[in-house]
């Protein structure tokens, strides 16, 4: 296996810089396939960057979908119940804006994402929150499908 820790450091820092966003984002579909597979593949570490360069990513809306249609949402679901506390919560910052796209929320369901995001840990619990209030906007079946699975509803 390859070390990607390096270079997903590198552009995990330049993601930060709101100076450089605009970069990523131009760039966005080229850059998920990379960091898709790291999230599969990585170290830890690496994943936590991934994650990071995700977030800056998940914004908008073909980003958003790329990062669903290629299996992101059951990547971020692994970190989010197996990482570290900061890799958790930044993957439920990813899973919040992935949420937010009405086209992408047919995927959470059937991951069963809602009861992942039911185990709230300290540090991603706003972002929990957050992805499962996206999760019910605008879906009466979803809204009730939660509060089967005892979810917290904001």
Do not use: W
Request: net charge neutral; charged share 20%; hydrophobic share 45%.
């Amino acid at each position: 296996m390859i070390r990607m820790d390096k270079p997903v450091t590198a552009i995990a820092r330049v993601s930060t810089l709101d100076s450089s966003k605009h970069v990523l984002i131009a760039e966005g579909l080229l850059l998920l396939h990379h960091f898709l597979c790291v999230l599969e593949s990585g170290s830890g570490f690496a994943k936590e960057k991934a994650c990071v360069v995700l977030h800056s990513l998940s914004f908008t809306k073909e980003n958003a979908r790329a990062i669903e249609a290629r299996c992101g949402i059951s990547s971020l679901l692994e970190i989010y119940e197996a990482g570290t506390p900061n890799s958790q919560a930044i993957a439920a910052g990813v899973l919040r804006n992935v949420a937010s796209f009405a086209d992408t929320r047919n995927n959470f369901i059937e991951e069963d994402a809602i009861s992942v995001l039911q185990t709230l840990s300290v540090l991603a619990q706003d972002y929990s929150i957050a992805c499962l209030s996206n999760l019910v906007r605008a879906s009466d079946d979803l809204k009730l499908l939660i509060a089967r699975k005892g979810a917290i509803v904001v």
